[in-house]
Each structure stands twice: as C-alpha cells, then as structure tokens.
C-alpha cells in the first residue's frame, strides 16, 4: 500500500516513503527528532502535540486505533541511513474530533453516490492547535513535498475520496498548496496576545473601560464562590487529580457531543509522560476536594486551552478557570499568546482576538473538487471580511492622538 519504489530499483542515495502500522515502530527519538528539534537537551518544544509521547499516548490509551475512527498510520520517509521526515497520517471514517468542518462535504458527496469516508487525515487528533504537520530534517528541503506527494497517491490508488491536512502552518498552506493542487481553506480562532504585560492589572490597563471593569467584575464573582484556584505543572500534578478531572471531562463531553474523545488512561500515560507539559488549573472546596477543572498544554511561547469541566455550576468561575488564569499564567511565564481552542466569539470580550487557521485539502473526484473549491472561496471572503469586522469591535481601547 505504501507508495515506495521497488526495492531492486534502489540506487545508493535514494530515498523511500514508508506507511507504517504505527508509531511504535519508530524510536521515540528518531520522531522527536523531526518533530521537536528545537527541544534537544531538555528545552520545551514550539508545541508538545506532534511529540512521539502525546501521539503515543493517544494510540496506547485507545483514544486512536481499533473502534474510534482514527487509525494510525504515520507515513515517513527515509534514505539508507536515516528517517529523513515524518507525518501523523491516519485513516478516519468519519469527520469527528477534526474541527475543521467537512460534513456538508461528506453528506453532499454521498447524496451524490458517492463514498466519502474512508478518508485520509494528516492532523493531531481532538486537538484544534496550529503546528508543523509536516516533520522535516533541515538539511532535506524536498522532504515536505515528497511525503505530501505520497499521501496523495495513497488517496487516489486507494480510491479514496480525500485527504485533510488539518491546523497546519499558515507557511504549510502557502507553500505546499500551489505546489500539489491543493485546497487552501481558512477559518479562525480566537488568541490572546501578550502585548508585553508584566501583569494581569497591565493587561487590563489595555481595554476600554467598560471591559475593564466587566473583566474585573467577572474575577471578583468568581472568588466570591469560596473556592480555592491552584495552577499546577508537573510534579504538582497528582494522580488523583487526574479522577478529578475525568469527572468534570466525562461532564463536559455527555453534554458537548455526546461520547468524550480521551479514554480515561490517556490521563494516566499522560501523568507518566506529559505532565511538564500540562498545566492543570483546579477550583477546590475548603476541604480540598475539586469540583471544576481546565486543562492547557504548555509550548515554547503559547499555552494552549484544551478542556474543561465542573461538577457544580458557579458564576464566572469558566470565565476564570479557562481564560483569565490561562493569561495570569503566560504572562507571569512570559509567553507569546493563549490559543483558546476551537469556536467561541465570547472569548472576544476577554481579551482573545480572531485569528486565521490554515488547512489544506485534496479531493479526489473533479466535481467534487470544483465544488469545495468554489465554496472554500466565498468562505474566505467571508472569514476574511468576519474578523476585520469582530477585531475592531475588540475590548481594547482606542488609540487617539494624545496617546
């Protein structure tokens, strides 16, 4: 099934795509390598979520594989000595945990007689956060293309309908999509900026006065519940919060879509081998016991929101737990931005600004293709013309002349 020449046709020097069963069946290493060169001898990298650790830990939890609809199939590609680039491909039969919506694709193409699912998707799954999706060694500047020429072979040889790069980097998309004939699609989410505060008060100092003293208000409400808030990373991470939290996980998936995405060992392997990479923010009763919870992924220079949950309901204590002690924390740690996850335009009044989200699309069959594409069109001028508009409607304060 994998696109590779022919074994006797090899020449000394050439290089070979390879689609594998699994991420085990790479050194962490080796991955870690292409995914996260930037984090040799112990530094954070750009993003935890390309990782061998996190990808693994969603395989060994049964978050991915056998009866979730993401199976793995990494695609890498290599030379004689060495892996030369990677991708975490997989084969999905449906359109959940994406958040890049193609499901009026699917039922279009299917009304159609067509069969849309199986597909093939490079993403980071159930994780709505921009990063590399393409993991190449620096001295081999053809690596990129070469497994992106790949992946689309697979599609069409397997008679598949498509294939989705999902929340890869905006010079991902510009790059790679006149040079393959791919899609270029562009929605938004919303990020906080660090603007150089050193603290929350800074920040606030930012944004007119009206958002100003809503921010403050809602603050004040939350602490008002008698509840204890703890920030905590690493070793401060205990296992039993970890019961907590899949309480307050298991709450907000019934009631967001139904069946929650992480089985509960994913919070176990993530203790053992993610938690200097987490940052878990806990409201506690007076006896310590939790009732809500959210959890961020820590990069370089972004933290990134990633879920939340309660067990009793408290005014503004969301607002608290998900966005303002997610900003207290980056600027207190002297990171880039907040990236708040997927939808939400009530982020917007608290401080957390539109922002463009590149993905990148091949579509096998030619009507179909001319379709989405003429749909990916109108949305862009849409999606362009949306946060121009939500920006300026922003809770910062106008800058005049005197300022």
Known sequence: ??????????????TRTDLLDSLDQIAPADWDALACPEATGGTRPID???????????????????????SPRPLVLRDDTRLLAA?????????????????GWAQAYERAGG????KLQIAVPFTPATGRRFL???????????????????????RLSSLHITFCTGEEAETLAPRHGLLHRVTQQFHWENRGYTSFDDFLADLSSRKRKMIRKERETARASGLTIRALTGDDIQPHHWDAFWQFYQDTGARKWGTPYLTRRFFTLAHETLRRDMLL???????GTPVAGALNFIGRDTLYGRYWGCLEDHPCL???????Q??????????ARVEAGAQGEHKLARGYLPTPVHSLHYITDPGLRDAVAQYLRAERRAVDEEIEVLTAYGPFRRVTAED
């Open 318 to 324: 969301h607002f608290e737990l998900c966005y303002y």
């Open 1 to 14: 099934m994998a696109p590779r020449p022919r074994q006797k046709d090899r020449q000394p020097g050439m």
């Open 115 to 118: 069969r849309y699912y199986p």
């Open 48 to 70: 935890p979520f390309t990782t061998h650790r996190f990808l693994s830990a969603l395989d060994a939890s049964g978050s991915t594989g056998t009866g979730s609809g993401w």
């Open 136 to 158: 190449a060694a620096p001295d081999a500047p053809h690596a990129r293309d070469a497994l992106v020429d790949a992946a689309i072979h697979l599609a069409r040889t397997n």
């Open 281 to 287: 923010v806990l409201a506690e009763r007076p006896d």
């Open 87 to 103: 991708t975490p491909l997989y084969v999905k039969s449906h359109s959940q945990g994406e958040y890049i919506f193609d499901h």
């Open 326 to 335: 997610a900003i207290d924390w980056a600027i207190a740690h002297g990171l």
